[in-house]
């Protein structure tokens, strides 16, 4: 662990969410935090951007806003809404306005996912202006210290309908993540499961094998959670095929061909 604290122990001394550190993510995230400065979190589904991202607010005692980005998300579903309530309409404010008012840090996970107006939106707080112009209320906030705007997204998945623009991209600070070394991912799925380090190991090179037909038969490869899931089953006494095949396989595809040929795969790894 690169930094200044145990990896999992928290400022107040309660414990963080496990996430186990490939190089100096946490002191990048620490710095960008510390110097009010945004961050962009680049890489493949399932491999440990949110758990960082969680874990990190933990250390730090920040409270964390997470937004999962769709296609339907809006700038009003992070800024806020006029609502009714008991017969008046009052103004509630969305996550984002709340993480500016409150200092605390905001999460948009898939943020590509997002409306266009979303990144408009973002723009006048990723630079030294830190505002947040609310037109609805006619309200200008200044984020509060200690505000943090963190977002991420799939750059291998996304088509080109669906990308960062570089005048978007350019306002943060950025970092590629990565599925896990071998040995470290096999720690990881002992701590997130309880397995032992063989059965472990033998998922992760399953695991291994299947992200190496990403692009051929497979859009993604396989995330490092769903290899816990199929872990976490096995040590509660699920048959390791069966858990292989409804955590592993499934999951990945839909067609039935491409399924034979991953369980032929399976088969030659697991026996």
Request: net charge negative; aromatic share 6%.
């Amino acid at each position: 662990m690169h930094g200044t604290f145990d990896k999992n122990i928290r400022k107040d001394g309660a414990s963080a969410p496990f996430y186990l550190p490939q190089a100096d993510e946490c002191d990048l995230f620490e710095a960008a935090h510390d110097n009010n400065l945004p961050l962009l979190l680049k890489g493949p589904t399932g491999c440990g951007k949110t758990r960082f991202v969680s874990h990190m607010a933990a250390k730090l005692g920040k409270k964390l806003y997470t937004v999962a980005c769709h296609d339907d998300l809006s700038a009003a579903d992070l800024i806020g809404r006029y609502l009714l309530k008991g017969g008046e309409t009052v103004w509630v404010d969305g996550p984002l306005t709340r993480a500016v008012r409150e200092g605390a840090i905001c999460y948009l996970d898939e943020v590509v996912e997002a409306r266009k107006d979303v990144t408009v939106v973002l723009h006048p707080l990723t630079d030294d202006r830190r505002i947040l112009p609310i037109d609805r209320t006619g309200e200008e906030l200044e984020a509060a210290p200690g505000f943090m705007l963190v977002a991420s997204y799939n750059p291998g998945y996304q088509n080109i309908l669906k990308t960062l623009k570089p005048s978007t991209r350019q306002r943060f600070l950025a970092m590629e993540f990565n599925f896990p070394a071998f040995d470290e991912e096999v720690q990881i799925v002992m701590q997130e499961s309880g397995i032992g380090k063989d059965r472990a190991a033998l998922l992760v090179r399953l695991a291994g094998k299947l992200r190496a037909l990403k692009g051929q038969d497979l859009e993604e490869g396989i995330s490092t959670r769903l290899i816990v899931y199929a872990a976490t089953m096995i040590e509660k006494g699920m048959p390791v095929e069966r858990a292989v095949q409804s955590a592993m396989i499934e999951p990945l595809t839909d067609d039935e061909d491409v399924k034979l040929g991953l369980n032929d795969l399976v088969a030659a790894v697991i026996g």
